[in-house]
């Protein structure tokens, strides 16, 4: 009988195989060599059609440009055009017809909780490591709060569901999601376009992009986007809004043709939020015996909640072309994140808690590659990627005052006047990788690719307790700001620790596909992954909890149907597949500083998983005028082993053998339509609309008794959006018109405990928004 060790060790020894040949073959003489256009620099949308058939959607998952239907993996991409049209500001609002994959918003615009086939994490530190990587323009993007994108001037996001890490730059387990901007093209006429919104709750927006060429040379391509908006909900204790929105970004790209075989691609970004539109925290229960905060979705704090993001970039991207039809591609990236925050800790209106946070990301990457031509019989890219990060972390926790408002002592060894954790990590990472196509006929072909990872991380944590003090003046998140201090004497309670740790892996994947027709397609997928290890950083009293946390593994078996029916009508994708999931990196929550004081996310491995489902995708263009999308998912997914042990004290709390993974409903649904009017005149009216539908989700690995905690999950709701949009007979304008949440449906995002049983906190979803907005093209 076989296991899967076996059958893991069979699969190695083929893709090994493979490697071997290609290794032997690589840069031998090819004859009749094309010279290749990077695919860089590759539209991604086809002109428009007169309606006959659905276009063709071309992308660069695989480092070449091919019609999505040729791509053997669960992939869909959303293209720019549609973002203006439906209002769309936020990743998550874009990815209804993507099945298995979400992006909800309980920390704000900048810090989306990406999850995809129930892969993802809820740890909130500097130094957590997406399960999801994310991508811009083929940079990786490592800092947490820089995984929401800028929503303008795109070409499109593809978002892959599965372990990747044999092609992208950084392995990831749950997936990857590509940001690709539209990129500067050589014409001899300026053009461009801007397009301003308005809508309810004082939203404002403007966005517009110009290109132009310098020389026969050089073009250039510039962006801009610029967000405003009040808050969804009042602070009751002051009156204001809460939930603001303020964000500003550009993108300035330059494109040069150093010679024939070269090209050059500069590209500088920054953005900028000053309030990210974070729903806030709800306090549920009643603290201290003596407060219930108002039904609703209203705060009420009594501190002035702050926080800044100020996210930079600079990439060359270098693409060549070789002989024998080889390209190489060079891509060296600088990018820089700082983060700043200020947070009321106790989500009341009473002076309890207060946190700080500062945070600064700096990353350098280097990654090269060389493909062979796509075309030919046996194809290949090989290349290396190289990545350094500097992070410099603080979190500090505060008590200003020495009573509750119940009486009792605020300031305690286990709820301590000041409480600053503080570290810098260095993160360094190299990996060489592999992929290669053999075509054994022109129907059939297997692709398979390796790749191995060496990685380095050492952290150096200072833990800094106050546990009594008075507050006198300056900077509460600064020791010196307090008189009388009794710091905690217990041995590690005030010290510094340094770690180092470095791991290496050896990744892999082995794909064979099958034509039955131009347009009839089938693919298996077996892919082992891993994501990067760390140390948890989510102290809760003393140094030693700095703890290693390893890898994890997943082995994906993916089976998959591609199809175009209906002469070019009707798309129609599908696929089943199965993990096998080991060592999960698992956030648990532990109190912090008591009552109303909140709680720390502590990280570490343990638990194992299985994970089946099954995922539709349609897209059909039902007349020459209506079109109609579904996407719809199926997600079966259960801790196989799972014993609830506090990662800090050691001691067993509850055994979550057969509970879910978090966020991860069993059934969801994606289903819209759009229809388009024609006028005598050549302009055309499309009207749209689209709903969303989620199963019941939980948002912790353990307590997942709703009955019992019922704030600790969502019920399944659904949401529907509508559109309407007037479009000139030259595209040279566009008006649109769009509501989000229709219905004004009231649902969570998140929710979790804080404190004793019966206190918890809870965020919401956005409430209904309407808006418009009017674009000129140039």
């Not at 510094?496 to 089938?522: A, C, G, H, M, V």
């Not at 199965?578 to 343990?606: A, H, K, M």
């Amino acid at each position: 009988m076989f296991s899967l060790n076996k059958i893991k060790a069979g699969i190695l020894t083929a893709i090994w195989g493979m490697t071997a040949t290609v290794s032997g073959i690589a840069f031998a003489k090819e004859e009749n060599p094309v010279d290749q256009t990077s695919s860089q620099y590759v539209q991604s949308e086809p002109a428009e059609q007169d309606v006959k058939k659905l276009n063709a959607v071309i992308v660069t998952a695989q480092y070449k440009s091919q019609n999505i239907q040729d791509v053997p993996a669960a992939i869909t991409a959303v293209s720019g055009k549609d973002l203006a049209a439906k209002g769309s500001t936020f990743i998550g609002d874009v990815l209804t017809f993507t099945p298995n994959a979400a992006a909800q918003n309980p920390d704000g615009d900048t810090r989306p909780r990406w999850y995809i086939r129930g892969l993802g994490t809820g740890d909130v530190s500097a130094s957590t490591v997406f399960p999801v990587g994310i991508y811009a323009d083929g940079v990786y993007l490592n800092a947490p709060v820089a995984g929401a994108g800028d929503l303008f001037d795109l070409e499109r996001i593809e978002v892959l569901r599965g372990p990747q890490g044999t092609l992208y730059g950084k392995n990831t387990t749950a997936g990857a999601v590509n940001y690709i901007s539209r990129k500067p093209v050589f014409s001899d006429k300026a053009s461009g376009y801007a397009t301003v919104g308005l809508g309810d709750y004082n939203l404002h927006t403007f966005e517009g992009a110009v290109n132009g060429q310098i020389s026969d040379r050089v073009a250039v391509r510039g962006a801009f986007y610029s967000e405003d908006r009040d808050g969804y909900a009042k602070n009751l204790a002051t009156g204001d809004t809460y939930g603001d929105v303020d964000k500003k970004a550009f993108r300035i790209q330059v494109l040069a043709k150093v010679s024939d075989q070269v090209d050059a691609l500069l590209k500088l970004s920054s953005q900028t939020v000053n309030d990210s539109g974070s729903n806030g925290s709800l306090a549920v229960g009643t603290y201290w015996g003596i407060y219930q905060r108002p039904e609703g979705r209203d705060t009420n704090l009594d501190f002035a909640e702050s926080g800044k993001l100020q996210h930079d970039g600079l990439s060359l991207t270098l693409n060549g072309r070789l002989d024998h039809g080889l390209t190489l591609t060079s891509i060296t990236a600088f990018d820089q994140t700082k983060q700043k925050s200020l947070a009321d800790g106790d989500y009341t209106p009473y002076d309890v808690a207060r946190s700080y946070g500062n945070n600064e990301w700096k990353q350098y990457s280097q990654e090269l590659r060389i493909a062979s031509d796509a075309d030919k019989k046996l194809s290949w890219i090989t290349g290396v990627h190289y990545f350094n990060e500097n992070l410099d972390a603080r979190s500090v926790n505060a008590r200003l005052n020495s009573k509750l408002p119940n009486g009792n002592a605020a300031q305690t060894a286990s709820s301590p006047a000041y409480k600053d954790v503080s570290y810098t990590q260095d993160n360094q990472s190299f990996a060489v990788f592999g992929n290669s196509t053999y075509k054994f006929t022109d129907k059939f072909k297997i692709t398979g690719g390796l790749r191995w990872t060496w990685e380095e991380k050492d952290i150096d944590l200072d833990l800094t307790q106050i546990t009594t003090a008075n507050y006198s003046n300056g900077s509460w998140w600064n020791k010196n700001a307090y008189t009388n201090t009794v710091y905690n004497g217990v041995v590690g309670a005030n010290a510094s620790i340094q770690r180092k740790k470095s791991w290496n892996e050896l990744t892999y994947d082995i794909t064979p596909e099958y034509e039955f027709s131009p347009d009839l397609k089938t693919y298996f997928k077996y892919s082992h992954g891993f994501r990067s290890g760390g140390f948890n950083t989510g102290l809760s009293s003393n140094v030693s909890q700095l703890t290693d946390v390893n890898p994890e593994y997943l082995d994906s078996y993916e089976l998959g149907l591609k199809s175009v029916l209906l002469d070019g009508r009707l798309i129609a994708n599908a696929n089943i597949f199965y993990y096998d999931y080991e060592d999960i990196q698992t956030n648990l929550l532990v109190n912090l500083q008591g009552e109303g004081g909140g709680v720390t996310s502590v990280l570490t491995n343990g638990p194992q998983a299985e994970v089946k489902g099954a995922e539709l995708e349609l897209d059909y263009l039902a007349t020459d005028n209506l079109r109609l999308r579904l996407a719809a998912a199926y997600l079966d997914s259960e801790y196989t082993d799972f014993v609830d042990r506090d990662p800090l004290t050691g001691s067993v709390s509850a055994d979550n053998t057969g509970n879910r993974l978090v966020r991860s409903p069993k059934y969801t649904l994606g289903i819209g339509g759009d229809y388009t009017f024609n006028l005598d005149s050549g302009a055309r009216i499309i009207v749209g609309t689209d709903a969303s539908y989620r199963d019941r989700e939980f948002f912790l690995v353990n307590r997942q008794n709703y009955q019992v905690d019922p704030t600790l999950s969502q019920k399944a709701y659904t949401l529907w959006n509508a559109n309407i949009g007037y479009y000139s007979a030259d595209n040279k304008y566009q008006v649109n018109a769009y509501v989000k949440n229709l219905l004004d449906e009231e649902y969570q995002v998140h929710g979790r405990p804080n404190g004793p049983a019966g206190l918890y906190v809870k965020t919401y979803g956005n409430p209904r928004q309407i808006g418009a907005s009017l674009t000129a093209r140039f």
